[in-house]
């Protein structure tokens, strides 16, 4: 069993801040990769950013450069400093993790607002 909580969404105006918190109840030699996706209205899910064990990052070019993804494999814990955020990153956030077998665990997400 594996659960995973986030928290951390609201609503924020443009060129505001924000900061996603995900709590992961496995630990390190558990997971490969932590990470972050989004659903935003009327799209499908998409990969915001992740992270490896050794703290290499990936992110989606719509928030690179404005997105900041952290977070420690022994505590568990994963976040998401989005700063600069527009209207378009209006979703429900995410926080992913992937296990040494290949799936995918997900949380229930949090939702992100963005006013003009």
């Known amino acids: 069993q594996v659960e995973l909580v986030e928290f951390g969404g609201g609503l924020v105006q443009a060129g505001g801040s924000l900061k996603l918190s995900c709590a992961i109840s496995?630990?390190?030699?558990?997971?490969?990769?932590m990470g972050w996706y989004r659903r935003a209205p009327g799209k499908q899910r998409e990969l915001v950013a992740d992270?490896?064990?050794?703290?290499?990052?990936k992110y989606a070019d719509s928030v690179r450069g404005r997105f900041a993804i952290s977070g420690d494999f022994v505590k568990g814990t994963v976040y998401l400093q989005m700063n600069g955020l527009k209207p378009e990153d209006t979703a429900i956030y995410f926080c992913?993790?992937?296990?040494?077998?290949?799936?995918?665990?997900w949380g229930q997400g949090t939702q992100v607002t963005v006013s003009s």
């Open positions: 992270m490896m064990g050794g703290g290499t990052t």
């Open positions: 496995a630990r390190i030699f558990s997971f490969t990769v």
């Open positions: 992913a993790a992937v296990g040494n077998s290949g799936s995918t665990y």
